[in-house]
């Protein structure tokens, strides 16, 4: 099974910041690689799909870039609404496995 | 619009069968390309994926849990059964039922509002 890591586990940062989440496959899945938005209480919600397409209705201020086993989700304006957790998924093989999280925190 | 939203018991008690029903609309489980998986959240904890049934009837299940996985679908209902055999304690979770789509990449881009089961005698 294809092992997937984020990091950081968590970070705190200020309105305005440039946020940035890694997340990195145990061995190469191309760009099967997707990115969700998880707030409390709520369910994931998809960000970016195939590594950096960002899904309709997504603020131009998330985009995410990379392939192979090394992804990277970017946020270039922290706003107020996007403090939550984020997860990284491979869709390249069964099973489609998520990352443990990055929890995004206001400093 | 695409909507699930999933039904089942909030508690269940150690070694029985979780049964839980994913009803959809928006989209039909006979469209190539549709899928429909299984995924859950312990509390405060990763999402796991669990299992998925595919438009042509193709089912696949987490290794770790496949014998106790069973996962199948009803098109003209539009319903999506999940069951889990063997349950405990550590199976509490919120469980989520997913669209996938072949032409996003694998993603799922729909989610329901998830249903939390308690394991607990």
């Known amino acids: 099974d294809i092992q997937m890591t984020q990091s950081p586990s968590s970070l705190s940062a200020s309105v305005g910041d440039r946020v940035t989440i890694t997340c990195r496959a145990s061995?190469?899945?191309?760009?099967?690689l997707n990115w969700y938005q998880q707030k409390p209480g709520k369910a994931p919600k998809l960000l970016i799909y195939?590594?950096?397409s960002l899904q309709s209705g997504v603020p131009s201020r998330f985009s995410g870039s990379g392939s192979g086993t090394d992804f990277t989700l970017t946020i270039s304006t922290l706003q107020p609404e996007d403090f939550a957790t984020y997860f990284c998924q491979q869709s390249h093989s069964i099973p489609p496995a998520f990352g443990q999280g990055t929890k995004v925190e206001i400093k | 619009q695409v909507t699930l939203r999933e039904s089942g018991p909030a508690l269940v008690k150690p070694t029985q069968t979780l049964t839980l029903t994913c009803t959809f609309s928006g989209f039909s489980l006979s469209t190539s390309g549709m899928c429909v998986s299984w995924i859950r959240q312990p509390p405060g904890k990763a999402l796991e994926w669990l299992a998925r049934i595919d438009w042509d009837d193709d089912k696949y299940y987490s290794t770790s849990l496949r014998t106790r996985l069973t996962i199948s679908k009803d098109t003209s209902k539009n319903q999506v059964v999940f069951t889990m055999t063997n349950m405990d304690p550590v199976d509490t979770a919120t469980y989520y039922c997913?669209?996938?789509?072949?032409?996003?990449?694998?993603?799922?881009?729909?989610w329901g509002q998830g249903t939390l089961v308690t394991v607990s005698s």
């Open positions: 195939a590594a950096s």
């Open positions: 997913a669209r996938k789509r072949n032409s996003l990449g694998g993603a799922h881009d729909y």
């Open positions: 061995q190469s899945i191309t760009t099967y």
